[in-house]
């Protein structure tokens, strides 16, 4: 039996090309694991109305961690359309299976690292290395919303003395979407931000939030992140506003080092941070949990490209890496690392958004002749 085993999730569109990019990878580095496939996407939700079939939930119980590529999401009126004709009015209702995954399995946190390689034409500057530390599974995500307003919530909400302003505005005009975060989810994502920090010998951690507004969530976010700070005292601890942080982003990213940001701000940033160090084509995360992860390129399914092999697979091929870490199997992840770095150092093998015209699966064979010494 192999050591590991992987549930493997190519989804939609380019999500299928970068998954067999990182199945080269991964046969380079002989990592001894099996691959299970699982059926995601638009084609499911399209043909059984759900686009996370109970059978792939089932694969993912059964596998140590996931591999994911990317998927087709649209509005729920749009999805709607979509559906198998006998699927039309029984009520199915489309909604985003990563974020129904990071809830489902707990994968509370969201590690996103941007790092600029040295020659990649894309970065912004070549000495940003930032990480962020977003919440995963609460906040703006938790999905907890209504419109129009039921009689039971607005009676609730309507002892709140900032509701006196919205005294005349009837509840079909009204739509709620709940900011809600535990005291368990902020002092955790702050714990493991500065742990990390403490790990990998980074020098400073900032917890990006917006409490001078936002009182209570943003708030106990931030409270969460000074009790953490005081236990990790040799790390230099700062405060931001998300609205400052993006500029200051901008300024000065190479200032910074680790990000802890609550799970929309955290969404926001981290596309930030991974434009600066080249864009979709290097945004890598892992979605953590105590006992499963799963680890995906941040893109999208780009269904303009699907098949063509055109897109940048560093992304994922930098989730692999994330994984490998993640599994404990440090030496393959540095390997991985290195001849990341080296193909994008010597800049021979370029996908189109790095001025090159070689392929997707060009670039994942050259990484792997890196790692086999080819
Ligand atoms: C991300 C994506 C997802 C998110 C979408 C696809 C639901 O933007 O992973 O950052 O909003 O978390
Ligand atoms: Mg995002």
């Given amino acids: 039996m192999a050591k590991y085993r992987i549930a493997w999730l190519p989804g939609d569109g380019v999500g299928r090309d970068v998954m067999e990019a990182a199945g080269i990878v991964l046969d380079a580095i002989r990592l001894d694991a099996e691959r299970i496939p699982a059926d995601v996407g638009w084609e499911f939700w399209c043909n059984e109305g759900t686009p996370l079939p109970e059978r792939t939930k089932e694969v993912l119980r059964q596998t140590d961690c996931a591999l994911f590529g990317a998927i087709t999401s649209k509005p729920r009126d749009e999805a709607v359309h979509e559906l198998a004709p006998e699927l039309q009015d029984k009520g199915y209702s489309y909604f985003s299976p990563i974020v129904q995954i990071r809830q489902e399995f707990n994968l509370h946190t969201n590690l996103r690292p941007c790092k600029a390689f040295p020659g990649n034409p894309l970065n912004y500057r070549d000495d940003i290395d930032l990480v962020v530390f977003r919440e995963n599974t609460e906040d703006l995500y ?70 001078n507004v936002i009182r209570e969530t943003s708030g106990l976010m931030v409270r969460s992140a000074r009790k953490a700070a005081a236990d990790y005292a040799d790390i230099r601890f700062d405060e931001a506003n998300i609205d400052a942080m993006c500029m200051w982003l901008v300024k000065n990213p190479q200032d910074y080092d680790v990000l802890i940001a609550s799970n929309m701000f955290g969404d926001i940033i981290s596309d930030l941070a991974g434009q600066l160090v080249g864009g979709l084509g290097f945004a890598c995360s892992g979605n953590l949990g105590d006992e499963y992860a799963l680890f995906e390129p941040t893109h999208g399914s780009a269904p303009k490209y699907a098949g063509l092999y055109k897109v940048n697979p560093m992304a994922m091929l930098l989730s692999v890496k994330l994984m490998l870490d993640w599994l404990g199997e440090t030496g393959s992840a540095g390997l991985l690392e290195q001849a990341i770095a080296a193909v994008i150092a010597e800049g021979r093998i370029r996908t189109y958004d790095m001025g090159g015209s070689n392929s997707t699966l060009d670039v994942a064979e050259e990484v792997a002749h890196k790692i086999t010494g080819g």
């Fill in 142 to 211: 938790a999905g907890v919303e209504w419109f129009p307003l039921p009689d039971g919530v607005r009676k609730a909400i309507d002892t709140h003395p900032k509701m006196k302003r919205f005294a005349s505005v009837p509840n079909e005009e009204i739509a709620v979407s709940l900011r809600l975060n535990t005291v368990k989810g902020c002092e955790s994502i702050a714990r493991q931000a500065f742990e990390y920090a403490r790990k990998h010998n980074r020098k400073r951690v900032t917890i990006v939030e917006k409490p």
